[in-house]
């Protein structure tokens, strides 16, 4: 039917392909296309379908927004636990600091600069919960302090008492301070500052390792 239509000489010369296609549209099967005829028998089975149609995509639409509003009530909950984690870690690690200040203070005040000793105690809390051996930890803590020393020259200074915490043994400080007594810590040499400083941070790393692990 379509190519007598397209080959017919009675269509006027101007009808474009856009009327054409239109006109295709039109002649197709009854049943492919709407039912104009709502008094037609195969009408109602139409509506019906596709009333089944609408009534399936509210249900869809209805049980998304049901799962969505579930799905970002977890997040949150989640995102809230997340939250408060992070505040007690926060919390809990400054109180360690706080604690950790206090006990350096006691021990080393009388002959090390106050400023000194926060800045061990603050490299210590850091890097106590990394994972690197005991004489890495010791060499970072008085780097903190001083800064123009080199990695191996500390570790020279480091390694008996990163080698008595790995073994348990208790090194003894008492030589090491009894040495600085009764002087001003500005004439001390930077040897005698970075012995000192490194006993400083085995003593630092000792005491946090008293701190029982969070959970």
Request: hydrophobic letters at 40%.
């Amino acid at each position: 039917m379509i190519k007598k239509i397209n080959n017919s000489n009675n269509l006027p010369s101007s009808a474009t392909q856009v009327e054409l296609e239109f006109l295709e549209f039109l002649l197709q099967p009854e049943d492919a296309a709407y039912p104009w005829n709502p008094a037609d028998d195969q009408a109602e089975a139409y509506f019906d379908e596709l009333e089944q149609q609408f009534t399936m995509q509210d249900v869809l639409e209805e049980e998304l927004h049901t799962r969505a509003e579930s799905f970002y009530g977890k997040l949150d909950s989640l995102w809230s636990q997340v939250a408060k984690c992070a505040d007690y870690k926060c919390n809990t690690n400054v109180g360690i600091f706080d604690s950790l200040c206090k006990s350096l203070h006691n021990v080393f005040a009388a002959g090390v600069p106050t400023g000194w000793l926060n800045a061990i105690a603050q490299k210590a809390t850091e890097v106590a919960s990394v994972q690197q051996s005991i004489n890495e930890q010791l060499v970072q803590c008085v780097q903190t302090v001083l800064p123009a020393w080199g990695t191996d020259d500390l570790a020279v200074f480091a390694r008996p008492y990163a080698y008595a915490m790995r073994s348990s043994e208790q090194q003894n400080l008492t030589s090491v301070m009894n040495k600085i007594k009764n002087r001003d810590w500005a004439t001390l040499s930077e040897i005698e500052q970075a012995k000192v400083s490194v006993a400083i941070a085995y003593y630092a790393l000792r005491q946090l390792e008293k701190v029982e692990p969070e959970a």
